[in-house]
């Protein structure tokens, strides 16, 4: 994840960060569930104080973009509508499964055409 930051910007440094995490994850460059560094981590490496990270993640929290996992630490949403977001729970459910019957994701993805044309 390749972020920067202005320092002579007009734009505040939490709102750079910010905005650049959610293009990312507009793009599909951040995918649902991929961690995010740490507010230290981030900080550290762009050279802001941590609680403007903190600020950026806030503000990313409260539009859904990531969630908060306490200790865990910080992860992309599900995104979409609702129907979308549950589609995608489903699917984790799914490749879980799969993996515990060590079924591989071809053989995984076959099945799933297969319920499908069977379905139509």
Same mark, same amino acid.
């Given at each position: 994840?390749?972020?920067?930051? &202005?320092? +002579?910007? $007009?734009?505040?440094?939490?709102e750079q960060v910010r905005m650049q995490i959610a293009a990312l994850v507009h793009a599909g460059e951040l995918v649902a569930g991929a961690r995010l560094p740490t507010v230290r981590r981030l900080a550290g &490496?762009? +050279?802001? $104080?941590?609680?403007?990270?903190?600020?950026?993640y806030r503000e990313l929290e409260n539009d859904g973009i990531i969630e908060t996992r306490g200790r865990n630490g910080s992860f992309v949403s599900r995104q979409g509508t609702a129907n979308e977001r549950l589609g995608q729970a489903a699917a984790d459910v799914y490749i879980d499964r799969m993996r515990q019957l060590g079924i591989g994701p071809d053989d995984a993805i076959s099945y799933v055409q297969q319920a499908i044309d069977n379905a139509g």
């Amino acid at each position: 994840m390749l972020i920067t930051t &202005d320092p +002579g910007g $007009a734009t505040p440094p939490y709102e750079q960060v910010r905005m650049q995490i959610a293009a990312l994850v507009h793009a599909g460059e951040l995918v649902a569930g991929a961690r995010l560094p740490t507010v230290r981590r981030l900080a550290g &490496d762009l +050279g802001l $104080a941590p609680n403007t990270v903190a600020r950026s993640y806030r503000e990313l929290e409260n539009d859904g973009i990531i969630e908060t996992r306490g200790r865990n630490g910080s992860f992309v949403s599900r995104q979409g509508t609702a129907n979308e977001r549950l589609g995608q729970a489903a699917a984790d459910v799914y490749i879980d499964r799969m993996r515990q019957l060590g079924i591989g994701p071809d053989d995984a993805i076959s099945y799933v055409q297969q319920a499908i044309d069977n379905a139509g």
